[in-house]
């Protein structure tokens, strides 16, 4: 069974920090792409970050593309995205996610809220 486990989420001020985890079970870690989404209250999902297999190789969405950093460690079956300079706009809940064959699959997320 699949499982994605995000965490890490938490309250911060503008300027701060955080690094989100993603726990992963029931499948191949190392086989497979991922990401991270995020989605803020009332509007869609939105990509932020993907990761090649080996971790060689990243795209970032626009919004946060030199302030955050997505990495994996294959050994420990876990998905990382480092945040800096978090911002109001940053506030959401984000999601790993990857795909297997056509099935997405999804984590309950981690709410990150950016306030003062």
């Known amino acids: 069974q699949v499982q994605l486990v995000e965490s890490g989420g938490g309250l911060v001020q503008p300027g701060e920090s955080l690094k989100l985890s993603c726990l992963t079970s029931?499948?191949?870690?190392?086989?497979?792409?991922m990401r991270w989404y995020r989605q803020a209250s009332g509007q869609e999902r939105e990509f932020v970050a993907q990761?090649?297999?080996?971790?060689?190789?990243?795209i970032y969405g626009d919004s946060v593309l030199g302030r955050f950093t997505i990495s994996r460690d294959n050994t420990k079956s876990t998905l990382y995205l480092q945040m800096r300079n978090l911002q109001p706009e940053d506030t959401a809940t984000y999601y790993c996610?990857?795909?297997?064959?056509?099935?997405?699959?999804w984590g309950q997320g981690t709410q990150v809220t950016v306030s003062s």
């Open positions: 029931g499948f191949t870690f190392s086989s497979y792409p």
């Open positions: 990761i090649t297999r080996t971790g060689d190789d990243t």
């Open positions: 996610h990857f795909y297997q064959g056509a099935q997405g699959h």
